[in-house]
Protein backbone atom coordinates (compact mmCIF):
# COMPACT_ATOMS: atom_id res chain seq x y z
CA UNK A 1 0.00 0.00 0.00
CA UNK A 2 2.04 3.00 -0.85
CA UNK A 3 -1.17 5.98 -2.16
CA UNK A 4 -4.77 6.16 -1.57
CA UNK A 5 -6.27 4.33 -4.32
CA UNK A 6 -7.89 6.28 -7.03
CA UNK A 7 -12.08 6.70 -6.73
CA UNK A 8 -14.63 6.85 -9.00
CA UNK A 9 -16.93 10.13 -9.75
CA UNK A 10 -20.31 9.60 -10.28
CA UNK A 11 -20.53 12.69 -12.80
CA UNK A 12 -22.27 11.35 -16.19
CA UNK A 13 -19.92 10.89 -18.92
CA UNK A 14 -22.62 12.58 -20.91
CA UNK A 15 -22.50 15.89 -19.06
CA UNK A 16 -18.45 15.93 -19.92
CA UNK A 17 -19.58 16.38 -23.53
CA UNK A 18 -21.97 19.19 -23.40
CA UNK A 19 -22.22 20.63 -27.11
CA UNK A 20 -22.24 23.67 -25.70
CA UNK A 21 -18.60 24.17 -25.06
CA UNK A 22 -16.83 24.90 -28.42
CA UNK A 23 -13.89 23.57 -29.28
CA UNK A 24 -10.52 25.08 -28.28
CA UNK A 25 -7.05 24.13 -28.00
CA UNK A 26 -4.77 25.51 -25.12
CA UNK A 27 -0.51 25.79 -25.23
CA UNK A 28 0.66 25.71 -21.48
CA UNK A 29 3.53 27.80 -20.34
CA UNK A 30 6.57 26.30 -19.41
CA UNK A 31 6.12 25.78 -15.29
CA UNK A 32 8.91 27.23 -13.33
CA UNK A 33 11.18 24.82 -10.78
CA UNK A 34 9.18 25.35 -7.45
CA UNK A 35 10.22 27.81 -4.87
CA UNK A 36 9.82 26.06 -0.91
CA UNK A 37 6.90 27.90 0.95
CA UNK A 38 8.40 30.21 3.89
CA UNK A 39 6.82 31.72 6.42
CA UNK A 40 4.27 30.05 8.98
CA UNK A 41 2.83 27.32 7.15
CA UNK A 42 0.50 26.08 10.06
CA UNK A 43 -2.83 26.58 8.98
CA UNK A 44 -2.34 24.43 5.97
CA UNK A 45 -1.20 21.71 8.53
CA UNK A 46 -4.21 21.13 10.56
CA UNK A 47 -3.49 18.21 12.25
CA UNK A 48 -0.98 20.07 14.71
CA UNK A 49 -3.82 21.97 16.11
CA UNK A 50 -5.46 21.24 19.73
CA UNK A 51 -9.18 20.05 19.97
CA UNK A 52 -9.47 22.12 23.29
CA UNK A 53 -7.83 25.61 22.25
CA UNK A 54 -8.77 25.61 18.25
CA UNK A 55 -11.95 23.11 18.07
CA UNK A 56 -10.42 21.38 15.40
CA UNK A 57 -9.23 17.57 15.99
CA UNK A 58 -5.92 18.14 15.38
CA UNK A 59 -3.07 16.48 17.85
CA UNK A 60 -2.07 19.65 19.76
CA UNK A 61 1.28 19.73 18.77
CA UNK A 62 1.60 22.91 18.60
CA UNK A 63 0.16 23.49 22.03
CA UNK A 64 2.29 20.93 23.53
CA UNK A 65 5.72 22.63 22.23
CA UNK A 66 4.15 26.09 23.10
CA UNK A 67 3.23 25.28 26.90
CA UNK A 68 5.48 22.23 27.89
CA UNK A 69 8.18 21.46 25.84
CA UNK A 70 9.51 25.13 25.98
CA UNK A 71 11.67 24.57 28.55
CA UNK A 72 12.98 20.96 28.26
CA UNK A 73 15.86 19.88 26.46
CA UNK A 74 14.88 16.65 23.48
CA UNK A 75 17.67 14.14 22.75
CA UNK A 76 18.29 12.25 20.32
CA UNK A 77 16.01 9.83 18.66
CA UNK A 78 15.77 7.45 15.10
CA UNK A 79 12.80 6.48 13.11
CA UNK A 80 12.73 4.07 10.38
CA UNK A 81 10.38 4.93 7.13
CA UNK A 82 10.12 1.44 6.03
CA UNK A 83 8.39 2.96 2.44
CA UNK A 84 8.93 3.52 -0.67
CA UNK A 85 11.67 5.60 -0.70
CA UNK A 86 12.79 9.27 0.61
CA UNK A 87 14.02 11.94 -1.76
CA UNK A 88 16.94 12.86 0.51
CA UNK A 89 17.72 16.05 -1.31
CA UNK A 90 14.50 17.67 -0.28
CA UNK A 91 15.87 20.74 1.88
CA UNK A 92 13.57 19.97 5.10
CA UNK A 93 14.65 16.73 5.39
CA UNK A 94 18.36 16.33 4.11
CA UNK A 95 19.14 17.71 7.62
CA UNK A 96 17.22 14.85 9.57
CA UNK A 97 18.60 12.37 8.04
CA UNK A 98 20.23 9.66 10.21
CA UNK A 99 23.80 8.97 9.53
CA UNK A 100 25.82 5.92 9.66
CA UNK A 101 28.97 7.08 11.37
CA UNK A 102 30.50 3.71 11.13
CA UNK A 103 30.43 3.69 7.19
CA UNK A 104 32.29 6.27 4.68
CA UNK A 105 30.13 7.14 1.88
CA UNK A 106 30.55 5.92 -1.36
CA UNK A 107 33.82 3.54 -0.76
CA UNK A 108 32.55 0.59 -1.93
CA UNK A 109 33.27 -0.87 1.39
CA UNK A 110 31.15 -2.65 3.77
CA UNK A 111 33.03 -0.71 6.67
CA UNK A 112 30.68 -1.39 9.39
CA UNK A 113 30.38 -4.41 8.83
CA UNK A 114 26.76 -4.79 9.43
CA UNK A 115 26.37 -6.59 5.40
CA UNK A 116 25.03 -3.29 3.87
CA UNK A 117 27.42 -1.65 2.08
CA UNK A 118 27.57 2.18 1.92
CA UNK A 119 24.43 2.17 3.96
CA UNK A 120 25.30 5.61 5.52
CA UNK A 121 21.12 7.09 5.47
CA UNK A 122 19.64 3.41 5.69
CA UNK A 123 19.17 0.63 3.04
CA UNK A 124 17.10 -0.43 -0.13
CA UNK A 125 16.01 -4.27 -0.06
CA UNK A 126 14.46 -3.39 -3.50
CA UNK A 127 17.32 -2.63 -5.28
CA UNK A 128 19.89 -5.24 -7.68
CA UNK A 129 23.39 -5.16 -6.74
CA UNK A 130 23.58 -3.74 -10.69
CA UNK A 131 21.99 -0.34 -9.20
CA UNK A 132 18.78 -0.95 -10.56
CA UNK A 133 15.23 -1.05 -8.34
CA UNK A 134 12.42 -2.61 -8.41
CA UNK A 135 9.09 -0.03 -9.04
CA UNK A 136 6.01 -1.78 -10.02
CA UNK A 137 5.43 -5.51 -8.33
CA UNK A 138 2.44 -7.95 -8.20
CA UNK A 139 -0.05 -7.85 -5.37
CA UNK A 140 0.10 -11.01 -3.33
CA UNK A 141 -2.84 -12.58 -4.33
CA UNK A 142 -1.43 -12.44 -7.86
CA UNK A 143 1.86 -14.53 -7.12
CA UNK A 144 0.29 -16.78 -4.90
CA UNK A 145 -2.29 -17.45 -7.63
CA UNK A 146 0.35 -18.12 -10.48
CA UNK A 147 2.25 -20.29 -8.02
CA UNK A 148 -0.71 -22.10 -7.15
CA UNK A 149 -1.94 -22.82 -10.76
CA UNK A 150 0.93 -24.04 -11.39
CA UNK A 151 1.21 -26.38 -8.45
CA UNK A 152 -2.00 -27.59 -7.72
CA UNK A 153 -2.75 -27.87 -11.93
CA UNK A 154 -5.62 -31.20 -12.20
CA UNK A 155 -5.88 -30.83 -8.31
CA UNK A 156 -9.01 -30.46 -6.61
CA UNK A 157 -9.85 -30.50 -2.48
CA UNK A 158 -10.47 -34.20 -2.45
CA UNK A 159 -7.34 -34.96 -4.36
CA UNK A 160 -4.75 -32.66 -2.40
CA UNK A 161 -2.32 -34.34 -0.44
CA UNK A 162 -2.72 -33.84 3.34
CA UNK A 163 0.34 -32.10 3.91
CA UNK A 164 -1.07 -29.61 1.22
CA UNK A 165 -4.10 -28.51 2.42
CA UNK A 166 -3.15 -25.50 4.13
CA UNK A 167 -1.48 -24.45 0.72
CA UNK A 168 -3.88 -25.50 -1.49
CA UNK A 169 -6.63 -23.46 0.93
CA UNK A 170 -5.09 -20.02 0.63
CA UNK A 171 -4.48 -20.65 -2.69
CA UNK A 172 -8.40 -21.10 -3.40
CA UNK A 173 -8.92 -17.86 -1.65
CA UNK A 174 -6.48 -15.71 -3.56
CA UNK A 175 -7.93 -17.55 -6.78
CA UNK A 176 -11.73 -15.75 -5.68
CA UNK A 177 -9.85 -12.87 -4.59
CA UNK A 178 -7.77 -12.09 -8.15
CA UNK A 179 -10.97 -13.10 -10.32
CA UNK A 180 -13.11 -10.01 -8.48
CA UNK A 181 -9.97 -7.97 -8.03
CA UNK A 182 -9.43 -8.48 -12.23
CA UNK A 183 -13.23 -7.67 -13.22
CA UNK A 184 -13.34 -4.46 -11.06
CA UNK A 185 -9.81 -3.28 -11.54
CA UNK A 186 -10.80 -3.80 -15.20
CA UNK A 187 -14.07 -2.05 -15.59
CA UNK A 188 -12.82 0.65 -13.58
CA UNK A 189 -10.22 1.32 -16.12
CA UNK A 190 -12.13 1.71 -18.90
CA UNK A 191 -14.28 3.91 -16.65
CA UNK A 192 -11.39 6.41 -16.36
CA UNK A 193 -10.19 5.95 -19.63
CA UNK A 194 -13.70 6.99 -21.12
CA UNK A 195 -13.02 10.20 -18.73
CA UNK A 196 -10.20 11.08 -19.79
CA UNK A 197 -10.50 12.98 -23.26
CA UNK A 198 -13.89 14.17 -22.55
CA UNK A 199 -13.14 16.33 -19.19
CA UNK A 200 -9.61 17.29 -20.91
CA UNK A 201 -11.52 18.74 -23.41
CA UNK A 202 -14.47 19.96 -21.40
CA UNK A 203 -12.21 22.04 -19.24
CA UNK A 204 -10.41 23.59 -21.67
CA UNK A 205 -13.47 24.72 -23.51
CA UNK A 206 -15.11 26.09 -20.53
CA UNK A 207 -12.10 28.15 -19.59
CA UNK A 208 -12.35 29.64 -22.99
CA UNK A 209 -15.88 29.80 -22.70
CA UNK A 210 -15.64 31.89 -19.34
CA UNK A 211 -12.15 33.62 -20.23
CA UNK A 212 -10.57 32.27 -17.04
CA UNK A 213 -7.90 30.45 -17.34
CA UNK A 214 -8.07 29.27 -14.11
CA UNK A 215 -11.46 27.17 -13.32
CA UNK A 216 -11.40 27.46 -9.36
CA UNK A 217 -14.48 27.43 -6.96
CA UNK A 218 -14.67 31.14 -7.08
CA UNK A 219 -14.01 31.60 -10.82
CA UNK A 220 -17.06 28.27 -11.33
CA UNK A 221 -19.47 30.43 -8.41
CA UNK A 222 -19.01 33.33 -10.13
CA UNK A 223 -19.81 32.32 -13.74
CA UNK A 224 -22.09 35.04 -15.32
CA UNK A 225 -23.90 32.96 -17.90
CA UNK A 226 -27.20 32.61 -19.38
CA UNK A 227 -26.58 29.53 -21.18
CA UNK A 228 -28.23 26.51 -19.57
CA UNK A 229 -25.42 23.70 -20.99
CA UNK A 230 -22.57 25.54 -19.79
CA UNK A 231 -24.50 26.29 -16.01
CA UNK A 232 -25.08 22.22 -15.91
CA UNK A 233 -21.85 22.09 -17.18
CA UNK A 234 -20.11 24.83 -14.34
CA UNK A 235 -22.67 22.59 -11.71
CA UNK A 236 -21.27 19.36 -12.86
CA UNK A 237 -17.30 20.69 -12.56
CA UNK A 238 -18.07 21.86 -8.74
CA UNK A 239 -19.67 18.50 -7.83
CA UNK A 240 -16.75 16.91 -9.22
CA UNK A 241 -14.03 19.14 -7.20
CA UNK A 242 -16.73 18.44 -4.38
CA UNK A 243 -16.32 14.92 -4.40
CA UNK A 244 -12.67 14.71 -4.99
CA UNK A 245 -11.47 17.57 -2.74
CA UNK A 246 -9.45 19.35 -5.58
CA UNK A 247 -8.88 22.99 -5.59
CA UNK A 248 -9.83 23.72 -9.55
CA UNK A 249 -10.26 21.76 -12.64
CA UNK A 250 -6.48 21.54 -13.34
CA UNK A 251 -6.01 19.87 -10.12
CA UNK A 252 -8.91 17.39 -11.03
CA UNK A 253 -7.49 16.53 -14.49
CA UNK A 254 -4.26 15.46 -12.64
CA UNK A 255 -5.77 13.53 -10.05
CA UNK A 256 -7.71 11.57 -13.42
CA UNK A 257 -4.85 11.45 -15.19
CA UNK A 258 -2.68 9.56 -11.68
CA UNK A 259 -5.85 7.49 -11.75
CA UNK A 260 -5.23 6.53 -15.15
CA UNK A 261 -1.52 5.60 -14.34
CA UNK A 262 -2.98 3.96 -11.16
CA UNK A 263 -5.24 1.84 -13.06
CA UNK A 264 -2.85 1.02 -16.34
CA UNK A 265 -0.25 -0.27 -13.70
CA UNK A 266 -2.81 -2.56 -11.58
CA UNK A 267 -3.97 -4.35 -14.82
CA UNK A 268 -0.31 -4.55 -16.37
CA UNK A 269 1.76 -5.18 -13.30
CA UNK A 270 -0.19 -5.68 -10.36
CA UNK A 271 -2.48 -8.42 -11.28
CA UNK A 272 -0.13 -9.49 -14.40
CA UNK A 273 0.46 -13.42 -13.34
CA UNK A 274 3.60 -13.59 -15.22
CA UNK A 275 5.43 -9.90 -14.34
CA UNK A 276 8.01 -10.27 -12.10
CA UNK A 277 10.87 -8.10 -12.53
CA UNK A 278 12.51 -9.09 -8.90
CA UNK A 279 13.96 -12.40 -10.62
CA UNK A 280 16.10 -10.55 -13.15
CA UNK A 281 16.52 -7.56 -10.77
CA UNK A 282 17.58 -8.76 -7.44
CA UNK A 283 18.20 -12.07 -7.89
CA UNK A 284 17.51 -13.03 -4.51
CA UNK A 285 15.33 -16.51 -3.86
CA UNK A 286 11.98 -14.41 -2.47
CA UNK A 287 10.67 -17.66 -0.83
CA UNK A 288 13.97 -17.77 1.44
CA UNK A 289 13.26 -15.60 4.15
CA UNK A 290 16.57 -16.54 6.09
CA UNK A 291 18.19 -14.15 3.83
CA UNK A 292 19.13 -10.92 4.53
CA UNK A 293 21.89 -9.28 2.77
CA UNK A 294 20.51 -8.09 -0.76
CA UNK A 295 19.49 -4.63 -2.25
CA UNK A 296 21.21 -1.89 -2.64
CA UNK A 297 22.01 1.73 -1.06
CA UNK A 298 19.49 3.42 -3.52
CA UNK A 299 16.75 5.14 -1.12
CA UNK A 300 15.55 7.59 -3.19
CA UNK A 301 14.29 4.74 -5.61
CA UNK A 302 12.04 5.58 -9.18
CA UNK A 303 9.25 7.15 -6.47
CA UNK A 304 9.52 8.93 -3.64
CA UNK A 305 6.61 10.53 -3.26
CA UNK A 306 5.08 8.53 -0.96
CA UNK A 307 7.75 7.90 1.60
CA UNK A 308 8.98 11.85 0.99
CA UNK A 309 5.51 12.48 2.55
CA UNK A 310 5.57 10.22 5.33
CA UNK A 311 8.95 11.33 6.45
CA UNK A 312 7.84 14.79 6.95
CA UNK A 313 5.29 14.13 8.98
CA UNK A 314 7.55 12.71 11.78
CA UNK A 315 9.76 15.28 11.14
CA UNK A 316 10.96 17.86 8.72
CA UNK A 317 12.47 20.21 10.12
CA UNK A 318 11.22 22.92 12.63
CA UNK A 319 13.53 25.77 12.67
CA UNK A 320 14.15 26.54 9.17
CA UNK A 321 11.07 28.52 8.45
CA UNK A 322 10.72 26.91 5.49
CA UNK A 323 7.68 24.65 4.23
CA UNK A 324 6.01 22.41 7.33
CA UNK A 325 6.98 21.84 10.85
CA UNK A 326 7.32 17.89 11.46
CA UNK A 327 5.96 16.83 14.64
CA UNK A 328 9.38 15.40 16.09
CA UNK A 329 12.00 18.39 17.06
CA UNK A 330 15.48 17.79 16.56
CA UNK A 331 17.53 15.78 17.50
CA UNK A 332 14.88 13.29 16.07
CA UNK A 333 16.61 11.46 12.84
CA UNK A 334 14.83 9.56 10.01
CA UNK A 335 16.40 6.58 8.89
CA UNK A 336 15.41 5.37 5.06
CA UNK A 337 14.48 2.05 4.64
CA UNK A 338 13.12 1.07 1.39
CA UNK A 339 10.89 -2.32 0.91
CA UNK A 340 7.46 -0.57 -0.18
CA UNK A 341 6.88 -0.84 -3.83
CA UNK A 342 3.96 -0.02 -6.37
CA UNK A 343 2.00 -3.31 -5.55
CA UNK A 344 1.91 -5.51 -2.46
CA UNK A 345 5.25 -5.90 -0.90
CA UNK A 346 7.13 -8.96 0.25
CA UNK A 347 7.01 -10.34 3.93
CA UNK A 348 10.64 -11.05 3.39
CA UNK A 349 11.37 -7.36 2.69
CA UNK A 350 9.30 -6.26 5.83
CA UNK A 351 10.87 -8.60 7.97
CA UNK A 352 14.44 -7.83 6.99
CA UNK A 353 13.28 -4.13 6.89
CA UNK A 354 12.41 -4.34 10.78
CA UNK A 355 15.52 -6.57 11.51
CA UNK A 356 17.86 -3.97 10.07
CA UNK A 357 16.13 -0.64 11.37
CA UNK A 358 16.62 -2.36 14.94
CA UNK A 359 19.65 -3.59 14.43
CA UNK A 360 21.26 -0.04 13.57
CA UNK A 361 19.72 1.97 16.38
CA UNK A 362 15.97 2.71 15.65
CA UNK A 363 13.95 2.60 18.46
CA UNK A 364 10.58 3.48 16.33
CA UNK A 365 9.42 2.09 13.30
CA UNK A 366 6.80 3.73 10.98
CA UNK A 367 4.66 1.24 8.53
CA UNK A 368 2.77 3.00 6.00
CA UNK A 369 1.40 -0.43 3.98
CA UNK A 370 -0.54 -3.18 4.06
CA UNK A 371 -1.94 -6.07 2.01
CA UNK A 372 -4.92 -9.22 1.76
CA UNK A 373 -2.08 -11.65 2.16
CA UNK A 374 0.60 -12.79 4.32
CA UNK A 375 2.13 -15.90 3.56
CA UNK A 376 4.93 -16.18 5.04
CA UNK A 377 3.26 -14.51 8.23
CA UNK A 378 5.67 -16.28 10.51
CA UNK A 379 8.87 -13.98 8.96
CA UNK A 380 7.28 -10.79 10.38
CA UNK A 381 6.18 -11.71 13.33
CA UNK A 382 9.48 -13.07 14.24
CA UNK A 383 10.77 -9.44 13.15
CA UNK A 384 7.64 -8.00 15.30
CA UNK A 385 9.05 -9.79 18.66
CA UNK A 386 12.68 -9.13 17.79
CA UNK A 387 11.94 -5.42 18.00
CA UNK A 388 10.32 -5.91 20.86
CA UNK A 389 12.83 -7.81 22.65
CA UNK A 390 15.00 -4.31 21.70
CA UNK A 391 12.29 -2.62 22.32
CA UNK A 392 11.30 -0.75 19.77
CA UNK A 393 8.00 0.69 19.09
CA UNK A 394 5.85 -0.61 15.95
CA UNK A 395 3.71 1.69 14.17
CA UNK A 396 1.50 0.78 11.19
CA UNK A 397 -1.43 2.04 9.39
CA UNK A 398 -4.68 0.37 9.21
CA UNK A 399 -4.93 0.49 5.58
CA UNK A 400 -7.49 2.82 3.36
CA UNK A 401 -10.14 -0.11 2.28
CA UNK A 402 -13.59 1.29 4.75
CA UNK A 403 -12.99 -2.15 6.76
CA UNK A 404 -14.07 -3.70 9.29
CA UNK A 405 -10.47 -5.92 10.62
CA UNK A 406 -12.91 -7.87 13.08
CA UNK A 407 -14.01 -9.95 10.03
CA UNK A 408 -11.09 -8.66 7.24
CA UNK A 409 -7.84 -9.20 6.95
CA UNK A 410 -4.93 -6.49 6.87
CA UNK A 411 -1.36 -7.55 7.00
CA UNK A 412 0.78 -6.68 9.15
CA UNK A 413 -2.03 -8.18 11.49
CA UNK A 414 -2.54 -6.44 14.71
CA UNK A 415 -2.31 -9.53 16.91
CA UNK A 416 -0.01 -12.35 16.61
CA UNK A 417 -0.94 -15.86 14.63
CA UNK A 418 -1.88 -17.06 18.18
CA UNK A 419 -3.96 -14.41 18.82
CA UNK A 420 -2.10 -12.29 21.46
CA UNK A 421 -1.71 -8.76 21.50
CA UNK A 422 1.72 -7.50 19.99
CA UNK A 423 2.92 -4.96 23.09
CA UNK A 424 4.79 -3.18 20.67
CA UNK A 425 2.28 -2.22 18.15
CA UNK A 426 0.00 0.39 17.64
CA UNK A 427 -2.07 0.35 14.62
CA UNK A 428 -3.72 3.56 13.37
CA UNK A 429 -6.66 4.54 11.82
CA UNK A 430 -7.56 7.67 10.20
CA UNK A 431 -9.45 10.98 11.30
CA UNK A 432 -10.69 13.99 9.60
CA UNK A 433 -10.20 17.87 10.36
CA UNK A 434 -13.93 18.46 11.44
CA UNK A 435 -15.23 17.01 14.49
CA UNK A 436 -18.69 15.97 12.67
CA UNK A 437 -19.98 13.07 10.72
CA UNK A 438 -16.98 13.01 8.78
CA UNK A 439 -14.30 12.56 11.70
CA UNK A 440 -13.20 9.00 10.48
CA UNK A 441 -12.12 9.78 7.50
CA UNK A 442 -14.71 7.13 4.87
CA UNK A 443 -11.43 5.31 3.24
CA UNK A 444 -10.12 4.11 6.49
CA UNK A 445 -10.28 0.60 8.18
CA UNK A 446 -11.52 0.22 11.64
CA UNK A 447 -12.12 -2.18 14.26
CA UNK A 448 -12.99 -2.36 18.32
CA UNK A 449 -10.06 -5.28 18.66
CA UNK A 450 -7.58 -4.59 15.61
CA UNK A 451 -7.11 -0.67 15.48
CA UNK A 452 -5.89 0.49 18.28
CA UNK A 453 -6.27 4.45 17.80
CA UNK A 454 -6.93 7.01 14.97
CA UNK A 455 -5.02 10.00 13.72
CA UNK A 456 -5.22 12.82 11.16
CA UNK A 457 -5.26 11.32 8.16
CA UNK A 458 -7.10 13.71 5.69
CA UNK A 459 -5.51 16.60 3.85
CA UNK A 460 -2.43 16.27 5.28
CA UNK A 461 0.18 18.82 4.49
CA UNK A 462 3.45 17.52 4.15
CA UNK A 463 6.84 17.10 2.04
CA UNK A 464 7.08 15.87 -1.44
CA UNK A 465 9.86 15.10 -4.10
CA UNK A 466 11.38 17.91 -5.33
CA UNK A 467 11.28 20.07 -2.36
CA UNK A 468 7.86 20.95 -2.86
CA UNK A 469 4.83 19.89 -0.68
CA UNK A 470 1.15 18.90 -1.06
CA UNK A 471 -1.72 17.16 0.68
CA UNK A 472 -2.07 13.57 0.57
CA UNK A 473 -4.90 11.60 2.93
CA UNK A 474 -4.81 7.62 3.98
CA UNK A 475 -4.12 6.16 6.85
CA UNK A 476 -0.33 6.12 5.45
CA UNK A 477 -0.60 9.69 6.90
CA UNK A 478 -2.05 8.95 10.29
CA UNK A 479 0.61 6.54 11.03
CA UNK A 480 3.29 8.94 10.94
CA UNK A 481 1.72 11.18 12.77
CA UNK A 482 1.67 8.83 15.47
CA UNK A 483 5.13 7.91 14.81
CA UNK A 484 6.20 11.35 15.45
CA UNK A 485 4.18 11.54 18.42
CA UNK A 486 5.81 8.51 19.53
CA UNK A 487 9.00 10.52 18.73
CA UNK A 488 8.15 13.90 21.10
CA UNK A 489 7.56 11.31 23.74
CA UNK A 490 11.09 9.43 23.09
CA UNK A 491 12.88 12.25 22.35
CA UNK A 492 12.04 14.10 26.04
CA UNK A 493 11.02 11.09 28.36
CA UNK A 494 14.10 8.91 26.64
CA UNK A 495 13.39 6.70 29.83
CA UNK A 496 9.82 5.01 28.29
CA UNK A 497 9.91 1.59 27.07
CA UNK A 498 8.20 0.79 23.33
CA UNK A 499 5.35 -0.54 25.55
CA UNK A 500 5.28 2.62 27.59
CA UNK A 501 4.92 4.92 24.58
CA UNK A 502 1.86 2.59 23.50
CA UNK A 503 0.50 2.59 26.67
CA UNK A 504 0.52 6.35 26.85
CA UNK A 505 -0.94 7.58 23.11
CA UNK A 506 -3.47 4.72 24.14
CA UNK A 507 -4.62 6.18 27.55
CA UNK A 508 -3.71 9.76 26.39
CA UNK A 509 -6.22 9.66 22.70
CA UNK A 510 -9.36 12.57 23.10
CA UNK A 511 -12.46 10.18 23.14
CA UNK A 512 -15.02 10.95 20.91
CA UNK A 513 -18.32 10.37 21.10
CA UNK A 514 -19.24 12.20 17.73
CA UNK A 515 -21.94 10.08 15.51
CA UNK A 516 -19.89 9.26 12.28
CA UNK A 517 -20.82 7.72 9.22
CA UNK A 518 -19.28 4.09 9.07
CA UNK A 519 -16.49 3.98 6.83
CA UNK A 520 -17.71 2.74 3.46
CA UNK A 521 -20.77 2.38 4.32
CA UNK A 522 -24.31 5.31 5.33
CA UNK A 523 -25.14 3.55 8.75
CA UNK A 524 -24.00 6.19 11.83
CA UNK A 525 -22.10 4.81 14.95
CA UNK A 526 -20.48 6.61 17.74
CA UNK A 527 -16.55 6.90 17.23
CA UNK A 528 -15.55 5.43 20.18
CA UNK A 529 -16.74 2.42 18.38
CA UNK A 530 -14.08 2.22 15.57
CA UNK A 531 -11.16 1.33 17.84
CA UNK A 532 -9.86 0.30 20.66
CA UNK A 533 -9.38 3.52 22.36
CA UNK A 534 -12.29 5.09 20.93
CA UNK A 535 -9.52 8.26 20.62
CA UNK A 536 -7.55 10.56 18.33
CA UNK A 537 -3.92 10.73 19.19
CA UNK A 538 -3.08 13.54 21.63
CA UNK A 539 0.27 14.65 21.81
CA UNK A 540 -0.38 17.63 24.43
CA UNK A 541 -2.22 14.90 26.96
CA UNK A 542 0.53 12.68 26.04
CA UNK A 543 3.25 14.73 26.68
CA UNK A 544 1.36 15.62 30.18
CA UNK A 545 0.88 12.00 30.81
CA UNK A 546 4.54 10.97 30.22
CA UNK A 547 5.97 13.93 33.00
CA UNK A 548 3.51 12.20 35.29
CA UNK A 549 5.29 8.58 34.43
CA UNK A 550 8.38 9.65 34.37
CA UNK A 551 7.99 12.03 37.88
Known amino acids: MTILPFRRWSLSLALLTLPVLAQAQAVNAPTPAPTPPTGDMSAAQWYLKDPQLDNVPGVGATRAYAEILKNLVPTPVIVAVIDSGIDTAHVDLKPVLWVNRGEIPGNGIDDDKNGYIDDVHGWNFLGGPDGRNVNAETLEMTRIVAAGRKRFKGITAKTVKPADKATYALYQKAEKAYSARLKEETERSKQVEEMSGPLTMMVTNMKQALGTDKLDTTALKNANTSDPNLKRAVA???????????????????????????????????????????ADIIKDDPEDVSQRFYGNNDLHGPDPMHGTHVAGIIAAVRTNNLGIMGLAPDPVRIMVVRAVPDGDERDKDIANAIRYAVDNGAQIINMSFGKEFSPQRPAVEAAYKYA?????????????????????????????????TIPNLLTVGASGPKDNVNLTADFSNYSKKGVDVFAPGVGIYSTLPGSTYGNESGTSMASPVTAGVAAVLKSYFPKLTAVDLKRIIMQSAQVHHTKVQTPGGEKQVDFSTLSVTGGVVDMYEAVKLAQKATL
Open 388 to 420: AQKGVLLVHAAGNENHNLDVADNYPASFYLNNT
Open 236 to 278: GMLDMMRQTGAADADALLKELNEGMKQERSMLDNSLNLSFNPR
